[in-house]
């Protein structure tokens, strides 16, 4: 089992940045893949990104110029950094976690966080 709960999610002004964490706790965590998903108001969820715990290349969906995902390793904590926001990036951001990547659906995690709100006001 692995366990996921995400901060960091508010109010943010057009243009504006905010980082998102996830802290991830389980014995298996560090046998898992990490990822970030959103959600909008009628919409589908929807890949980001997803990090290995392990020196592991990032794969990115389509916001590789403004979105970034990292890790800390010690502290089983996974960050999502969203830059350059707009209105159309109001969504309810989760953590996700899965043995692999043979797909980018949401199929392949398992495990999910309760989402954090992220709210881009214009």
């Known amino acids: 089992q692995v366990q996921l709960v995400e901060s960091g999610g508010g109010w943010v002004q057009d243009g504006g940045s905010v980082r998102l964490s996830c802290a991830a706790s389980?014995?298996?965590?560090?046998?898992?893949?990490m990822a970030w998903f959103r959600q909008a108001p009628g919409k589908e969820r929807e890949f980001i990104s997803a990090?290995?715990?392990?020196?592991?290349?990032p794969y990115y969906g389509n916001y590789s110029d403004r979105f970034f995902i990292s890790t800390d390793t010690p502290k089983n904590t996974v960050y999502l950094q969203l830059n350059k926001l707009t209105p159309e990036d109001t969504a309810v951001y989760y953590c996700?976690?899965?043995?692999?990547?043979?797909?980018?659906?949401?199929?392949?995690?398992?495990?999910w966080g309760q989402g954090t709100q992220v709210t881009v006001s214009s």
């Open positions: 996700a976690a899965g043995r692999s990547l043979r797909s980018l659906g949401v199929e392949q995690f398992p495990y």
């Open positions: 389980g014995r298996t965590v560090s046998d898992h893949i």
């Open positions: 990090i290995g715990w392990h020196a592991h290349t």
